[in-house]
């Protein structure tokens, strides 16, 4: 998921989960101009040795920081999984795991590389549903980045998951095959474009009554596809909410309001329920995005090129019914409720 900015205001988290890094070249202890500014009788004159005690202190404390941060993140990730490992097995868990690593990764190290304060990425285990996991996140120190920086981090993480998601969809997609509709009910995957594309380029067009049966590594590249699209909704916190801010500055926040809306009428008019945990998580999360350190910042014509490349995948990855429950006795079709019923096992293959 995107980096996530906690409010400044809330103190009994971030404040102390998120200390400026003590090595940053902005940060001075004790500057020529402070030094020049307290000489006089009223002010304190810190000594050499007494700077560097307070120096030291403030290692001490981000060290402590980042320990307790990678243990967390450490213990999420086992958690995470396992939690994937009983959805689908090694050949799912490891591959959907390789995806979500790399996309948070793309988020962390454009961080470090900006000397912007972020966490370690945390993992999201969701067992006893069909994926395994929700995906990951970090948190990012509230108005530090600049625009051009929150650009590169946003973007970072989907460019960074894609480019292990097609691999691994590739050679899954290859493994999995056509084969007829089961009969009474089941779970069906719902079928993006870029799916149902690489798919009929392997295996040919879908013959008539039949449906894709997709190995356990070849829904792993599904969980990937379908997890970053819904991260580039340009809304919020989301990545497509910090690349669409970057891009748009605040008329960012009217599309945001627009996708909200378009995703409650799908809702309320189709009686399509597929989306609505991610409307109340969208809800819950902000729908404005807060200003960068610097919004008057340029991108650049290459880094508006590659924004809307990267918010276009939308367009290809994203299917309004990721989820639906079939009953071919009756032939009709109803959404899953927003907890998802339970994937087939490993051996069997998944019907999308």
């Avoid at 307070?54 to 981000?62: F, G, M, T, W």
């Avoid at 429950?325 to 009756?330: E, G």
Wanted: hydrophobic letters at 45%; aromatic letters at 10%; charged letters at 10%.
């Amino acid at each position: 998921m995107s980096t996530s900015q906690p409010d400044s205001s809330n103190s009994s988290e971030f404040p102390g989960e998120l200390p400026q890094n003590p090595y940053a070249p902005d940060i001075v202890l004790v500057s020529s101009q402070t030094l020049s500014e307290s000489l006089d009788a009223d002010n304190f004159m810190p000594t050499v040795a007494e700077a560097r005690a307070a120096s030291e202190r403030q290692r001490a404390r981000y060290l402590a920081w980042k320990r307790k941060q990678l243990i967390r993140s450490f213990f999420l990730f086992i958690l995470t999984f396992i939690s994937t490992w009983l959805v689908g097995g090694p050949s799912y868990a490891i591959p959907v795991m390789l995806i979500l690593f790399c996309h948070e990764m793309g988020h962390y190290l454009q961080s470090v590389r900006y000397r912007v304060p972020a966490s370690l990425p945390y993992f999201i285990p969701m067992p006893l549903t069909p994926l395994g996991t929700m995906g990951a996140v970090i948190f990012q120190g509230h108005g530090v980045a600049t625009r051009r920086q929150m650009f590169d981090i946003a973007v970072s993480g989907p460019l960074a998951g894609l480019a292990v998601t097609f691999p691994v969809l590739w050679i899954g997609l290859k493994g999995s095959t056509y084969a007829p509709l089961p009969q009474g009910q089941y779970l069906e995957f719902g079928d993006p474009l870029i799916i149902t594309w690489i798919m009929e380029l392997i295996h040919g067009p879908l013959p008539a009554g039949q449906g894709m049966f997709l190995i356990p590594m070849a829904f792993a590249g599904w969980v990937g596809v379908m997890l970053t699209a819904i991260n580039l909704l340009p809304v919020g916190q989301l990545d497509g909410g910090h690349i669409a801010y970057t891009l748009l500055g605040r008329r960012a926040h009217t599309l945001a309001l627009l996708t909200i809306a378009a995703a409650a009428g799908m809702i309320v008019f189709q009686q399509n329920y597929s989306f609505v945990l991610l409307v109340i998580l969208m809800l819950l999360t902000g729908i404005r995005h807060p200003p960068t350190a610097d919004d008057a910042e340029s991108l650049g014509w290459f880094r508006h090129v590659i924004g809307w490349l990267t918010l276009s995948f939308l367009v290809v990855g994203l299917t309004p019914n990721p989820m639906m429950i079939r009953d071919t006795a009756s032939d009709s079709t109803t959404q899953s409720p927003p907890t998802p019923p339970a994937v087939e096992s490993a051996g069997e293959g998944d019907l999308i």
